[in-house]
């Protein structure tokens, strides 16, 4: 079992940027970004393949950049441009269809308008 631990959340106002952090405590392949707004379902919102290819939801595409370290089993999320509507809690996680691994605590982002 891989344990995930999320971190680099924060308070930003529009406009602003952060960088989100998933380590993993073993080898991991494809990977992917979820989060979750208050009241809502967990959303997908971005990809990165276990050799570097990417996919976003339509919400984030253009804004944010996925990418990963395999030396260090991390996988990074640059958020730019942020909006109010980005306001969740962000987790980490195999891609929906694959084995998903217990959820981790996630790290809350809250855009200010």
């Known amino acids: 079992q891989v344990r995930l631990v999320e971190s680099g959340g924060g308070l930003v106002e529009t406009g602003g940027s952060l960088r989100l952090s998933c380590v993993a405590s073993?080898?991991?392949?494809?990977m992917a970004w979820y989060r979750q707004a208050p009241g809502k379902q967990r959303d997908m919102i971005a990809i990165?393949?276990?050799?570097?290819?990417?996919r976003y939801g339509d919400s984030v595409k253009g804004r944010f950049t996925i990418s990963r370290d395999n030396a260090k089993n991390t996988v990074y999320l640059q958020m730019n441009a942020l909006k109010p509507e980005d306001t969740a809690v962000y987790y980490c996680?195999?891609?929906?269809?694959?084995?998903?691994?217990?959820w981790g605590k996630g790290t809350q982002v809250t855009v200010s308008s």
């Open positions: 996680n195999a891609p929906y269809g694959r084995y998903l691994w217990d």
């Open positions: 990165i393949s276990g050799s570097g290819s990417t």
């Open positions: 073993g080898n991991i392949n494809d």
